[in-house]
T-cell receptor, first 112, second 114 residues
Framework: SQQGEEDPQALSIQEGENATMNCSYKTSINNLQWYRQNSGRGLVHLIL???NEREKHSGRLRVTLDTSKKSSSLLITASRAADTASYFC????????????WGLGTSLAVNP | DVKVTQSSRYLVKRTGEKVFLECVQDMDHENMFWYRQDPGLGLRLIYF???????EKGDIPEGYSVSREKKERFSLILESASTNQTSMYLC?????????????FGSGTQLSVL
């Protein structure tokens, strides 16, 4: 079953602009993870944020988590054409750590 | 870096054939997973394995079976392929320490069943 819901479903921006993607979920979580998938390839882990964390940075990526709203956002700053990909959030639910629950993804196009 | 290798990038099979999708990881991970990915449906878990010879059904196990005889290898078997099993299949692995560890994915196998 899908819990995470990303929005927007698709996003098109110019190189150098910032891209923000959001993820909402329904149940209590242990952590939330973001992954990137280039067209026709496997997923690559970007960042993991735990339920007791509010913000995390990794290079040009910034992730926030608001457990009261059951939502997370992924910000990519100074985007590049190489950032063009689909981005997925996945949650590890409290009480069942074994399976991740995946969203349907946001398709990001960064135009040169 | 962890490497998860799926044996084929593209595979074309006929309806009724028995299909084997192989996945090998080189980091001694206990947990391994098979997902399928379809447009509009996202990633759906088919089977996962906690360790050698251990397996558990995911959300959509019907029409599939798995084998984990060695720690590094996790095979997905389509006993009698059908057209509705045309999909992208993704293998993933992670260490035993539950879901606080990220998943490492292979490059995927795009399977077409004609």
């Amino acid at each position: 079953s899908q819990q995470g819901e990303e929005d927007p479903q698709a996003l098109s921006i110019q190189e150098g602009e910032n891209a923000t993607m959001n993820c909402s979920y329904k149940t209590s979580i242990n952590n939330l993870q973001w992954y990137r998938q280039n067209s026709g390839r496997g997923l690559v882990h970007l960042i993991l944020i735990r339920s007791n964390e509010r913000e995390k940075h990794s290079g040009r990526l910034r992730v926030t988590l608001d457990t009261s709203k059951k939502s997370s956002s992924l910000l990519i700053t100074a985007s590049r054409a190489a950032d063009t990909a689909s981005y997925f959030c996945a949650t590890a639910n409290a009480g069942n750590n074994r399976k991740l629950i995946w969203g349907l993804g946001t398709s990001l196009a960064v135009n040169p | 870096d962890v490497k998860v290798t799926q044996s084929s990038r593209y595979l074309v099979k006929r309806t009724g054939e028995k299909v084997f999708l192989e996945c090998v990881q080189d980091m001694d991970h206990e947990n391994m997973f098979w997902y399928r990915q379809d447009p509009g449906l996202g990633l759906r878990l088919i089977y996962f394995s906690y360790d050698v010879k251990m397996k558990e059904k995911g959300d959509i196990p019907e029409g599939y079976s798995v084998s984990r005889e060695k720690k590094e290898r996790f095979s997905l078997i389509l006993e009698s392929a059908s057209t509705n099993q045309t999909s992208m299949y993704l293998c993933a692995s992670r260490p035993y320490r539950a879901s606080n560890e990220k998943l490492f994915f292979g490059s995927g196998t795009q399977l077409s069943v004609l």
